[in-house]
């Protein structure tokens, strides 16, 4: 019994330390996206001879189980992006 009682509690302990890990690790990434969306949202105020953005460029938050690939056409958007943030300097 006190056996089984030491195994449990070293996994509730690792189990612990697992998930502040990945408490870290998600906000990180919090961290990356907010600072992403605030330049995507202020680059105008930066640049003004950038064209006003489109509808569908709005930031819209993301449900975890929403979570899905994205089509071709998306994926064609972002390259597009990239490109033209990397263009404009």
Avoid: C, F
Avoid at 1 to 16: I, V
Wanted: without cysteine; hydrophobic residues 30%.
């Amino acid at each position: 019994m006190e056996k089984s009682r030491k195994e449990l509690e070293e996994k509730l302990e690792s189990l612990e330390i697992t998930n502040h890990e990945y408490a870290q690790r998600l906000e990180n990434l919090e961290a990356v996206v907010v600072s992403q969306a605030w330049e995507a949202l202020h680059d105008k105020k930066r640049k003004p001879d950038l064209p006003e953005p489109e509808e569908h460029d709005e930031i819209v938050p993301v449900r975890p189980h929403e979570v899905s690939e994205p089509t071709p056409e998306e994926l064609n958007r972002q390259r597009t992006a990239r490109l033209a943030r990397g263009i404009g300097g």
